[in-house]
């Protein structure tokens, strides 16, 4: 079943501390950016990829693109100050697709499987979201007090992709830029206009690459599958 991603990659990456975009970092000498846009790439119910970039930051990226042969890019939009402002400008360019997905670029270890899962799941139940059960004792925590302990087996950690029928997230997309809403996540958005958002259990390697300890998970994670293959 086909698709269409978008992923916003005008952040600033500040918690990294590397002084630029993180998504130009390396992991194993290719840029983290490249990492995830070869899943895509190489995934052949993908038939489009939006960017959405700092104005200053396009050239750079069109010519990583042509050096790492990806060619599924349709677009590099404006970024905004906020993900959901960037998600708008792609969902702005678009035009009519079945499904669209939206991934954080610094998470490149998502596989074509929960992909597929994802994609299967929006278009059976309109929206759809990646994500993996909580391992930990979860506590509810104010003024350094705990209040109490949290059942964790109804608790979930949210990942990327999020999956949902075109016309569903740019309604969602829509009324919250007339309100002025900001959400936390596009699930959040959707969530607001009442429709059910579905999971799907993801990886524990799906993980963001958001701090410089992240970078040495990542490698490992590269590392075990090039031994795999």
């Known amino acids: 079943m086909q698709y269409e991603v978008v992923l916003p990659a005008a952040g600033s990456g500040k918690r990294m501390g590397a002084g630029q975009n993180k998504l130009f970092l390396n992991l194993l000498e290719k840029p983290i950016l490249i990492h995830t846009l070869e899943v895509f790439e190489q995934d052949s119910q993908c038939t489009g990829i939006w960017l959405a970039v ?15 042969g ?5 677009g590099l939009p404006d970024g905004g100050a906020e993900r959901q402002h960037s998600v708008h400008s792609c969902m702005k360019e678009m035009k009519q697709v079945d499904i669209v997905l939206v991934h ?26 990646a994500g993996v059960r909580a391992k930990d004792t979860m506590k509810k925590v104010r003024d350094g007090v705990i209040e109490e302990t949290i059942d964790r087996e109804s608790l979930w950690m949210i990942q990327t992709p999020q999956a949902f029928q075109f016309d569903l997230i740019v309604e969602a997309e829509d009324v919250a830029e007339k309100v ?20 799907v259990e993801s990886s524990y390697e799906n993980v963001k690459m958001t701090t410089q300890e992240d970078l040495v998970f990542g490698e490992a994670i590269l590392q075990k599958r090039a031994k795999k293959q």
Do not use: C, W
Request: charge should be negative; proline fraction near 3%; avoid cysteine.
């Open 180 to 199: 002025g809403f900001l959400g936390t996540d596009e699930a959040m958005l959707v969530e607001r206009l009442g429709h059910e958002v579905h999971i």
């Open 54 to 68: 700092k104005p200053e930051e396009r050239g750079f990226i069109q010519e990583m693109l042509e050096r790492y």
């Open 70 to 74: 990806i060619s599924k890019v349709k």
């Open 104 to 129: 954080d670029a610094a998470r490149p270890f998502i596989t074509h499987d929960i992909i597929a899962n994802l994609v299967q799941s929006a278009h059976d139940f309109g929206a759809a979201i």
